[in-house]
């Protein structure tokens, strides 16, 4: 049962002392570190909690820390319709009233980026740090600035024509768990859609209501236990009637054999380990069908290390998923094992734990998606530095076409540096070519650096909605071999218009520096410069208008992106959430007016003291959504 109850909290918190580590909670410390966590600092702030019983027993919640200073009175008049909601608790100081508290009401209705962020804390560590971590938490870990906080989802005004524009006006807090490691998020928000969010550590996927915007309710809680064959949920796929499926990239909760929903059984070496698996989620989260990720009879066409070894080594480590509904197809895309790679990099005990692999599965049937094709990328002509520089290796991303008559898709390698199509995902055994190196767009972002493509930690990767442009997220190498970071757009016109024949096919080391030779192959349009590091990003569907409504556009003129990945894998990045404006020739431009409102600075900074619900240090914003009100779009 969801509980709803609103107040006005000015409730300070004492810094804890300081310790180290995360990894588990005792129960007899669980009470008083809800307690802490339950806490909030500050002035007049509008709070609620949202709460659902999981599996287990227990009571998850999210609780609303709103600003009502930054809203207007028609986002005041949002709140009014939240149960239990008594803004006459509170003194609202908001903005342009007088002395009354009257808000003004500029007609513009509010569009938000969500942001969905973890704590940073003495947790934060990586390397040879790791090894000297605790082995549970307990209260004298959990307080304010370095210490252990909560994770949370910043509302933040992401209407230009604002007063309060780029203002965190609200931080949606979760509990009792600390330490989820915010991952991802689905790819894009629709009018009626929930959100699905991922902790990539704690293993747990949480579902939130939009409709009260710019509050956030918790719909849902999916837990361990929930999905016995899965663990590590990366990314999220919703579909049109709101379900969803997710990707759990490693192996089942315990070592052995697991039977999926279909009956059938395969044989895993565990927690963050191997094989993954796809996952039917309903409209509030709860798991409809575990699909088995993997054949029967395992994968051994090209390495597929695992640690520990199994009977049939497999590449199923689904990272990233998209779907077409209207061709009955779902694709995945394989990154690595992560319990080696990004739950303990120490040390890569095995260049091939990062996977070369694509999926697909039929969705004929939604709710029981089943295994179609296991695709191995091809290598390049680049040689690696090391094996997992190759161009097949890590394929982090994948992104289908949008408009009825294409068919393809594109995959990305985040350590392979490359970029390959397939342009029919509906055939049995779709044909992937690498269309791009990402070798060629480094020299263009930095002509006199080291452009070596490989390792230069490509992420997100999406097409616009009309087909026109793929863009592309580039973290860039660290150390003194380092590339520099940017988001990529590419023209991908004149590839899509080829049909099933498409010419374009990076074979040569010239055209891994210069771009392919055939003349339907990817052209660099912009190389927009983002120092900070970009993993992810997202591109603004919502477009507002002459009525004042917002409707789903085709031609998307903004993107956000965020500049953090893992900590612990040293990817750290500067923790700033930035929008970048599309010009008519798709050339991007980074938005000055999106300030921070401490910094005065352009990209709103995580790394900040205090946030609404309270002085708990900086954050890490992983990934993010452009989200209004459902009665708003129409």
């Known amino acids: 049962?969801?509980?709803?109850?609103?107040?006005?909290?000015?409730?300070?918190?004492?810094?804890?002392?300081?310790?180290?580590?995360?990894?588990?909670?005792?129960?007899?410390?669980?009470?008083?570190?809800?307690?802490?966590?339950?806490?909030?600092?500050?002035?007049?702030?509008?709070?609620?909690?949202?709460?659902?019983?999981?599996?287990?027993?227990?009571?998850?919640?999210?609780?609303?820390?709103?600003?009502?200073?930054?809203?207007?009175?028609?986002?005041?008049?949002?709140l009014e319709d939240v149960p239990g909601l008594d803004l006459d608790l509170v003194d609202l100081p908001v903005v342009g009233g007088d002395s009354g508290g009257e808000a003004p009401d500029d007609g513009v209705r509010r569009k938000y980026l969500v942001a969905w962020a973890g704590d940073n804390n003495i947790l934060d560590k990586s390397g040879a740090d790791l090894l000297d971590l605790p082995k549970s938490i307990g209260p004298d870990l959990i307080?304010?600035?370095?210490?252990?906080?909560?994770?949370?989802?910043?509302?933040?005004?992401?209407?230009?024509?604002?007063?309060?524009?780029?203002?965190?006006?609200?931080?949606?807090?979760?509990?009792?768990?600390?330490?989820?490691?915010?991952?991802?998020?689905?790819?894009?928000?629709?009018?009626?859609?929930?959100?699905?969010?991922?902790?990539?550590?704690?293993?747990?996927?949480?579902?939130?209501?939009?409709?009260?915007?710019?509050?956030?309710?918790?719909?849902?809680?999916?837990?361990?236990?929930?999905?016995?064959?899965?663990?590590?949920?990366?990314?999220?796929w919703v579909t049109k009637d709101n379900k969803a499926y997710g990707t759990y990239m490693g192996g089942p909760d315990v070592p052995g054999p697991c039977t999926y929903s279909d009956g059938s059984t395969r044989f895993g070496n565990g927690f963050a380990g191997s094989p993954g698996e796809v996952v039917r989620l309903g409209e509030n989260g709860e798991t409809i069908y575990e699909a088995p990720a993997t054949p029967e009879e395992g994968e051994t066409?090209?390495?597929?290390?695992?640690?520990?070894?199994?009977?049939?080594?497999?590449?199923?480590?689904?990272?990233?998923?998209?779907?077409?509904?209207?061709?009955?197809?779902?694709?995945?895309?394989?990154?690595?094992?992560?319990?080696?790679?990004?739950?303990?990099?120490?040390?890569?005990?095995?260049?091939?734990?990062?996977?070369?692999?694509?999926?697909?599965?039929?969705?004929?049937?939604?709710?029981?998606?089943?295994?179609?094709?296991?695709?191995?990328?091809?290598?390049?002509?680049?040689?690696?530095?090391?094996?997992?520089?190759?161009?097949?290796?890590?394929?982090?991303?994948?992104?289908?076409?949008?408009?009825?008559?294409?068919?393809?898709?594109?995959?990305?390698?985040?350590?392979?540096?490359?970029?390959?199509y397939a342009p029919d995902i509906t055939v049995d055994k779709p044909t992937w070519r690498q269309v791009f190196d990402v070798t060629t767009s480094n020299k263009t972002a930095d002509p006199a650096g080291n452009y070596y493509g490989g390792g230069s930690n490509g992420a997100w990767i999406q097409t616009s909605y009309d087909d026109k442009y793929l863009y592309h997220a580039v973290q860039g190498r660290?150390?003194?071999?380092?590339?520099?970071?940017?988001?990529?757009?590419?023209?991908?016109?004149?590839?899509?218009?080829?049909?099933?024949?498409?010419?374009?096919?990076i074979d040569t080391l010239a055209e891994v520096t210069a771009g392919g030779e055939e003349s339907d192959c990817p052209a660099v349009v912009d190389v927009q410069s983002a120092p900070g590091g970009p993993h992810w990003g997202a591109l603004d569907n919502l477009e507002l208008g002459e009525d004042g409504f917002y409707r789903d556009d085709a031609v998307a003129k903004r993107l956000a992106y965020s500049n953090y990945f893992v900590a612990r894998t040293g990817l750290n990045g500067d923790h700033r959430v930035c929008i970048a404006d599309q010009a008519e020739d798709g050339t991007l431009a980074l938005d000055e007016e999106f300030r921070d409102e401490y910094t005065g600075q352009a990209c709103l900074d995580f790394d900040r003291a205090a946030w609404p619900h309270g002085e708990w240090g900086p954050a890490k914003p992983h990934s993010m959504l452009f989200v209004t009100a459902d009665e708003d779009v129409k």
């Open 478 to 505: 660290q150390g003194t071999d380092g590339s520099k970071p940017y988001i990529l757009v590419l023209d991908i016109e004149e590839l899509l218009a080829s049909g099933d024949a498409p010419e374009c096919k």
């Open 301 to 420: 066409k090209l390495r597929c290390d695992n640690i520990p070894a199994l009977p049939r080594p497999t590449c199923a480590n689904p990272h990233g998923i998209q779907a077409r509904e209207d061709l009955d197809i779902l694709i995945t895309s394989d990154y690595n094992e992560p319990r080696n790679i990004i739950l303990n990099p120490v040390q890569a005990p095995s260049s091939y734990l990062r996977r070369p692999t694509v999926r697909t599965y039929d969705i004929s049937d939604q709710d029981a998606p089943e295994l179609k094709n296991v695709s191995f990328l091809p290598d390049g002509p680049r040689t690696g530095k090391v094996a997992h520089h190759e161009e097949n290796r890590a394929a982090m991303e994948v992104t289908v076409t949008n408009q009825p008559e294409n068919k393809g898709a594109f995959v990305s390698t985040m350590q392979g540096g490359a970029i390959f």
């Open 1 to 78: 049962m969801s509980t709803l109850g609103w107040q006005s909290q000015s409730a300070g918190v004492e810094p804890a002392a300081a310790d180290a580590g995360p990894v588990d909670t005792p129960s007899d410390t669980q009470e008083s570190v809800e307690d802490l966590l339950e806490q909030v600092a500050g002035g007049d702030i509008l709070t609620n909690t949202s709460s659902k019983k999981g599996g287990d027993g227990r009571q998850y919640w999210v609780k609303n820390h709103i600003r009502p200073d930054l809203l207007s009175a028609s986002a005041l008049d949002v």
């Open 143 to 236: 307080g304010q600035k370095d210490l252990i906080g909560p994770d949370f989802f910043a509302v933040i005004d992401a209407t230009p024509e604002s007063e309060t524009y780029g203002k965190v006006v609200n931080t949606a807090t979760v509990g009792p768990l600390v330490e989820n490691e915010p991952h991802h998020m689905q790819y894009t928000w629709q009018k009626g859609q929930n959100i699905f969010a991922g902790g990539l550590f704690t293993d747990v996927t949480y579902v939130l209501d939009t409709s009260n915007l710019p509050a956030l309710s918790l719909k849902g809680i999916n837990l361990p236990t929930d999905t016995l064959c899965g663990t590590v949920p990366d990314a999220y």
